[in-house]
């Protein structure tokens, strides 16, 4: 199956520094990635649309400022999270869709558990 | 609104057979799916059904009725290793998937 690749998998940030996370698909080109994050014992929350060549599409209440996000290519989304803060400690997950829009199957990346002190 | 309700927790024993149930209510339909997430994991796909009827994969099988706005995922045989959460999404009429809450089944020896 298709693999996609994410890191870093766990970082530690002072509160208000900022932090990327990659996200690539591996052996296929990703035109859409989606960004979810997802607290303890909760499920997949979708943050953003991230579109190649394109604004990504942010969900409503996700301040598209303080999570910003690059689609350059067809097999890299990068997401920055500016300026954190301890509140936006969570586990983030990148996935992307393998061939057709209408393909719901993803595939995810490993997730990156972000913790700001 | 859109909804996707699955049972919080549930506990099995190995060997045995656990079927989780998944209700939907969404704006069009084009799809569910099932995935499993270990803890500090993230999610991989089990199964798709966009027709009525049974899929079986295995020791897992996923079912699905549309009119009903249902689906279960069954898996057989339990294995300690089964112990996850799995998360029930229905793709919507804008080919959105929309997520539950995930089911976290406990597999005792």
């Known amino acids: 199956g298709a693999v996609v690749s994410q890191h870093p998998s766990w970082v530690i940030c002072k509160s208000g520094t900022s932090v990327k996370i990659e996200c690539r698909s591996l052996?296929?080109?990703?035109?859409?990635m989606f960004w979810y994050r997802q607290f303890p014992k909760q499920s997949l929350m979708l943050m953003a649309t991230?579109?190649?060549?394109?604004?990504?599409?942010?969900e409503q209440g996700v301040e598209k400022d303080k999570f910003l996000i690059n689609h350059a290519s067809l097999t890299l989304s990068t997401l920055t999270v500016t300026s954190a803060h301890p509140e936006d400690s969570s586990f983030y997950i990148c996935?992307?869709?393998?061939?057709?829009?209408?393909?719901?199957?993803?595939?995810f990346g490993s997730g990156t558990q972000l913790s700001v002190l | 609104g859109q909804n996707i309700d699955q049972p919080t927790e549930m506990t099995a024993t190995e060997g045995a057979i656990v079927q989780i149930n998944c209700t939907y209510q969404?704006?069009?339909?084009?799809?569910l799916f099932w995935y499993q997430q270990h803890a500090g994991e993230a999610p991989t796909f089990l199964s798709y059904?966009?027709l009525d009827g049974l899929e079986e994969k295995g020791r897992f099988s996923s079912f699905l009725s549309r009119s009903k706005g249902y689906s279960y995922l069954l898996l057989k045989e339990l294995q300690m290793k089964d112990s996850a959460s799995y998360l029930c999404?229905?793709?919507?009429?804008?080919?959105?998937?929309?997520w539950g809450a995930g089911t976290k089944l406990i597999i005792k020896p």
């Open positions: 996935s992307a869709r393998e061939g057709l829009a209408d393909s719901g199957k993803l595939f």
């Open positions: 052996d296929f080109q990703a035109t859409t």
């Open positions: 991230s579109n190649e060549g394109s604004k990504a599409t942010y």
């Open positions: 969404t704006s069009g339909f084009n799809g």
């Open positions: 059904n966009v």
């Open positions: 999404a229905v793709m919507d009429s804008n080919y959105q998937l929309i």
